[in-house]
């Protein structure tokens, strides 16, 4: 049996395939459209997902949407009705397009799906699952464990922001919820906002932001604005917010309240911009502390599955794990909407079709390497078309090559195998340096990725050293953990540099791995396991064995405002419009300097924030 999962019109819209409950395929729209977060109805996505699957829309027996639009419309009227006449105007201008997408959302599924060649009966085949439990159910059916606890945190579905549900087999049952307006993705949205980033993208820059700050606001945060209870249950002070019914997030009682206006985009970070960062980052990890500690003593469970957008919060997910109230965690790696896609899928094959669930110790997310692959002839096409200059190696050329490009201190673009599912690179779409350089963190944000300095970058690490260089000695595969760098590897602070503050810590060499290591000591740990990616394994076994370091910078392959590389005239036109030096892509070896210098783009003074 086949079911497609669809998720849609809000932000990160995808698609996804099963299989007799297994998953075949799962990408989302960005990836093909190039377009950043891309809400559109995921026509490139569901096409990629069904030749995965080598079916037609007409084999699947059901089509799934992550969500319940008549809910989603129900929660926005009756939240205008109770905070009229607040945000009139605002509710004026969306009204038409609450009518065209919310309400007639199924029409518009419908014509949509049509439109790839489904048949008449395709009415009777669509299910709708709400948004929640689709978030629950991608992280339990594609979890590795037979029963487990389920909590989901986000912005808002329908009007549940925060869930609980108890997982059995095939089971899965909501326990409690908190509704809207009451939020922690929309508390932390909402000082997003405020500290001059993007909502639902910048929120990560937040938690970057933090460890150069100092928690001095929390006590404002937690006096004014929210009232958190023992259990992690909180209410929000509504009258600091202007979500409901304005267009922005926060009002002038909340810049009252932190002494000034929303920071502009383009003015400096200020050492106060960093304190609030590291402030709502305090209370966010405080709250799921308490969720967390609440619900383990409440049920006993030793198993506890994450999902939603303030799941990819991987410092309070780190916390949670030190925390210890649960012996196992496991976090589904497209935790954010796009997940919503393989949920509903497994929510209708497990739930409403009641079928058996086995479980074997391994998740079902397949190292979420669950997009498109390039063959050989394929690729040569791509390169060709894009006037590349390229040459073939075998296996251990390639892997000598691009050590050697790496020891030398090159930015390395690596594209293999199939493409990873969710926001983070996984060592299929990534871009690689060594981390013993200490000017490497800054180049790559600098050069590369053309991004902000003070953002970090994560180390990918072989499983079995991964307790030697972090203190960390569970498998992190899908780079949701942060732990601190081993303290045997940290490199001892003068005092002059003890003393430093705010962005003065970023050029501070911390450990024998300086560009992977943040200014608290901590790190975004991906761990390497040679059965789930054995290319990648391969190619950290050879830099450690070149350097006795088992460990490599890894970022997305992207510059800034763009989705991260799908296909090898993407991963081309990116190292040509970045100081990426040298592109591997499969057996294909790529050298900036033997390029055509006029197919070079500048993406340096065109691109977008992000």
Same mark, same amino acid.
């Given at each position: ?48 997902? &069904?030749? %995965? ?41 969306? =009204? ?14 419908? @014509? ?34 037979? %029963?487990?606890?389920?909590?989901? =945190?986000?912005?808002?579905? %329908? ?68 009232? &958190? ?30 002494? @000034? ?75 954010? @909407? ?67 490009? &790496? ?22 779409? #990534? ?32 499983? %079995?050293? =991964? ?61 390497? @396991? ?47 419009? #970045?100081?990426?030096? &040298? ?28």
């Amino acid at each position: 049996m086949h079911i497609l999962g669809i998720s849609a019109f809000y932000h990160d819209s995808a698609a996804s395939l099963i299989a007799d409950g297994q998953i075949v395929a799962a990408a989302q729209e960005e990836r093909f459209t190039r377009k950043k977060h891309d809400a559109g109805f995921p026509r490139n996505a569901i096409e990629y997902c &069904l030749n %995965e699957g080598g079916k037609t829309l007409d084999q699947v027996e059901y089509v799934v949407f992550y969500d319940k639009p008549f809910l989603k419309f129900e929660r926005l009227l009756e939240t205008y009705i109770a905070f009229a006449p607040r945000g009139f105007q605002s509710f004026l201008a969306a =009204m038409p397009i609450w009518l065209k997408e919310k309400l007639f959302q199924k029409v518009l599924l419908l @014509d949509e799906l049509k439109k790839l060649g489904s048949g008449p009966n395709i009415e009777s085949r669509l299910l709708f699952v709400e948004h929640h439990q689709s978030h629950a159910a991608s992280a339990f059916f594609a979890s590795p464990f037979e %029963e487990a606890v389920v909590l989901t =945190m986000d912005g808002v579905g %329908e009007w549940t922001t925060t869930s609980v549900a108890i997982g059995h087999g095939n089971r899965l049952e909501t326990a409690k919820e908190i509704h809207f307006p009451h939020s922690i993705g929309l508390l932390y949205s909402a000082f997003t906002y405020y500290l001059g980033f993007k909502v639902n993208s910048g929120e990560y820059k937040v938690m970057g932001l933090a460890p150069y700050g100092e928690a001095k606001y929390v006590d404002i945060i937690l006096d004014n604005l929210i009232d &958190l209870k023992t259990d992690g249950s909180f209410r929000l002070d509504m009258r600091y917010f202007d979500y409901c019914t304005g267009l922005k997030m926060t009002n002038k009682k909340f810049y009252k309240l932190f002494g @000034d206006a929303p920071r502009n985009p383009e003015q400096p970070l200020m050492q106060k911009h960093m304190d609030i960062a590291a402030s709502i980052q305090w209370v966010t990890e405080e709250i799921v502390l308490r969720l967390t500690r609440a619900l383990s003593s409440e049920t006993g469970s030793k198993n506890l599955c994450l999902a939603g957008g303030v799941a990819l919060n991987c410092v309070a997910n780190g916390r949670i794990l030190r925390d210890g109230t649960f012996e196992k965690i496991w976090i589904q790696p497209a935790a954010g @909407d796009a997940g919503g896609a393989i949920g509903a899928a497994l929510a209708a094959y497990y739930t409403h079709l009641d079928k058996p669930r086995r479980t074997n110790g391994k998740d079902a997310m397949s190292g979420s390497y669950l997009g498109p692959s390039y063959n050989n002839s394929q690729i040569e096409q791509q390169l060709s078309s894009a006037g590349a200059y390229f040459e073939k190696l075998n296996n251990s050329d390639l892997i000598t090559a691009t050590v050697d490009a &790496l020891a030398a201190g090159k930015a390395v673009g690596w594209f293999q195998g199939r493409m990873e599912f969710g926001p983070r690179a996984l060592g299929a779409r #990534s871009i690689l340096g060594d981390p013993r350089n200490p000017a490497m963190q800054k180049t790559l944000n600098l050069k590369v990725k053309y991004r902000e300095s003070f953002r970090p970058f994560a180390p990918s690490v072989l499983r %079995e050293d =991964m307790a030697d260089w972090f203190e960390l000695d569970c498998d992190s595969p899908y780079m949701l953990f942060v732990a601190n760098v081993a303290k045997n590897k940290r490199r001892k602070m003068t005092r002059e540099e003890l003393a430093l503050f705010g962005i003065d810590k970023l050029n501070v060499p911390r450990s024998e791995i300086p560009a992977v290591t943040h200014v608290d000591y901590s790190a975004r740990i991906q761990s390497v @396991d040679r059965e789930t990616n054995p290319r990648f394994h391969e190619l950290l076994s050879a830099f450690k064995a070149r350097t006795n370091c088992p460990v490599l910078v890894n970022t997305s392959f992207n510059i800034r405002g763009e989705p991260i590389v799908c296909s090898p005239e993407d991963a081309f036109r990116c190292f040509m419009g #970045s100081e990426i030096e &040298l592109l591997i892509i499969e057996n294909y070896i790529l050298y900036k300097e033997k390029q055509d210098t006029r197919l070079k783009i500048n993406y340096s003074t065109t691109l977008e924030p992000d």
